[in-house]
């Protein structure tokens, strides 16, 4: 028979942790006391806790008119569990917008002193609660005015319906 000599087998363990990011509900509607939902998953519980370092990034929502930026927040997920949640602020205001977006984005994780594989960003869509705004028609009376002679027309504007904010034309 044959023999194998000098065979080893080495172990270097289970693969490192690594760290997601999701949106959880991914859309939220502007309005008074209104929280996107950002959670860090782990792909496996620790025995110790692991720290997440994150930041918000605009794409068409801007940062401190449409939600509360983050530039280096950090979330614990700890020791035997295997997420942790965030929460942003998001701004209401009195403007009619068009949906808008931004995201989170995991810059980075660590397990005491080693680092983590961190990556991803998740998408918060933001939708408006204002009204979409009513358009304006122009109408002269008298439609037409002879040049030279002293005479005057009026100009009227309608909105096409009542707004609950001042309309500026």
Not at 3 to 16: E, T, Y
Not at 75 to 92: D, E, F, H, K
Not at 102 to 128: K, N, R, S, Y
Not at 145 to 155: E, I, K, L, R, W
Request: glycine share 8%; charged share 10%; proline share 7%.
């Amino acid at each position: 028979g044959a023999m194998l000599d000098n065979f080893r087998l080495i172990s270097n363990g289970p693969p490192p942790p690594s760290v997601t990011v999701s949106a959880t509900p991914g859309t939220v509607t502007e309005g008074v006391a209104v929280l996107a939902t950002a959670t860090f998953t782990l792909s496996a519980a620790q025995a110790a806790d692991v720290t997440v370092t994150y930041s918000t990034l605009s794409i068409t929502a801007m940062a401190g008119l449409d939600f509360t930026p983050v530039a280096a927040g950090t979330a614990i997920i700890p020791a035997g569990q295997t997420s942790a949640v965030v929460q942003i602020s998001i701004l209401n205001d009195a403007i009619y917008e068009t949906t808008e977006l931004f995201e989170v984005a995991l810059t980075g994780a660590t397990l005491g002193a080693q680092a983590l594989t961190a990556f991803g960003t998740a998408a918060i869509t933001i939708l408006d609660d204002e009204p979409v705004p009513a358009s304006v028609t122009v109408a002269a009376t008298p439609p037409t005015v002879t040049q030279g002679v002293a005479a005057s027309a009026t100009a009227t504007l309608t909105l096409s319906a009542a707004q609950g904010v001042d309309t500026t034309v």
